[in-house]
């Protein structure tokens, strides 16, 4: 079995479809022949709250009436789903839901710990059963009925790369360079910025070495690392810095250059050209990443095929449309 990695699908899942009607006492909403409890319902309002609380945050009432047509319908599609999975004869995978509550408990020094941090975030050892039970069956039937159905082609594959080459695969061109910056600001002048950049730049030519120079006159954050700022690439630095520094030759210090900061003294001591990622090194993660995409747009348009075809009646409040959400495991 995959292991189970939850992510929130936001499903836009409008309740038009859903009529409202007579409902028996208890039950909070029915899906075809499956009631919703009104307990079920006031449990997960409850979790819900308790989260928040957990984090310092509390619910008004108009949180809550704002919240309710939410949790209700993650809760519909939750039955749709659970009914599915029975009518194909999916059940849970009682060790995995064992070995991942057991996982759970290694977490925690004591028993009495892992209880503690349950009940602060609205469980229960049952509850949270149940909810592992559930993830479990909703894995399988995802794995088959929408995993199973889809697999990117090489062409697929290839013809991301291609289209995606320049934005994703390729490394830009780059130099690497050390520089000496000498300020410009409120307590110094370009004009006096400029007659000390003179300065050291006449040292260095004198046979001064140019990282000993850095580090003693230069007023940049690089100074301590002897004015060395590593691997540059087009787009990273200031114009008038990358112009310089991507035309001078390698080795040598070019004239002073002005910027916003400053005037800076470059030094290029390497050039590196703009090269692509080879499609065979990267065409196993681009297959993984159009099947994760397939995965999830086939899984909201699965839970909308079955929203569509189910007779579900609502309590008269639930009259919103609002974006609703449900948690669903994705491969991995």
Avoid at 58 to 73: C, H, Q, S
Avoid at 112 to 137: A, C, M, P, R, Y
Avoid at 305 to 322: H, K, M, Q, S, Y
Wanted: glycine residues 6%.
């Amino acid at each position: 079995m995959k292991k189970m990695i939850p992510l929130m699908l936001v499903l836009l899942l409008s309740l038009i479809s859903c009529g409202s009607g007579k409902l028996e006492e208890g039950t909070v909403a029915r899906v075809n022949k499956s009631d919703i409890p009104q307990s079920e319902f006031d449990a997960e309002i409850d979790a819900f709250k308790k989260q928040y609380e957990a984090q310092g945050q509390f619910l008004t009432e108009a949180d809550l009436n704002m919240v309710k047509p939410r949790i209700l319908d993650s809760l519909i599609v939750k039955q749709l789903l659970l009914d599915e999975a029975a009518s194909l004869d999916i059940t849970a995978d009682s060790q995995s839901v064992q070995e991942q509550m057991e996982s759970f408990k290694g977490q925690f020094p004591s028993e009495e710990d892992f209880i503690q941090s349950l009940e602060v975030n609205g469980f229960t050892e049952e509850s949270l059963t149940k909810e592992l039970e559930w993830q479990s069956v909703l894995q399988t039937l995802f794995d088959q009925e929408v995993a199973g159905k889809i697999s990117s082609s090489d062409e697929d594959v290839r013809k991301f790369y291609d289209d995606n080459k320049d934005a994703y695969f390729t490394t830009p061109e780059s130099v690497n360079a050390s520089h000496i910056l000498i300020m410009v600001g409120d307590e110094q002048t370009e004009e006096q910025a400029l007659v000390k950049i003179k300065d050291v730049q006449q040292k260095i030519a004198g046979g001064m070495d140019f990282g000993d120079a850095a580090a003693t006159y230069s007023e940049g954050p690089t100074k301590d690392r002897r004015g060395d700022l590593g691997t540059i690439a087009r787009g990273q630095t200031v114009p008038p810095f990358e112009e310089a520094a991507f035309n001078q030759e390698v080795g040598v210090v070019g004239e002073p250059v002005l910027s916003q900061f400053g005037y800076h003294l470059i030094l290029v001591t390497g050039k590196n050209e703009a090269f692509a990622t080879p499609f065979e090194d990267v065409k196993d993660l681009i297959k993984q990443q159009l099947d994760q995409q397939a995965y999830q747009e086939g899984t909201m348009t699965y839970i909308e095929n079955l929203r569509a075809e189910a007779d579900i009646v609502l309590p008269e409040w639930a009259t919103a449309e609002p974006e609703q959400a449900v948690q669903a495991p994705v491969q991995g």
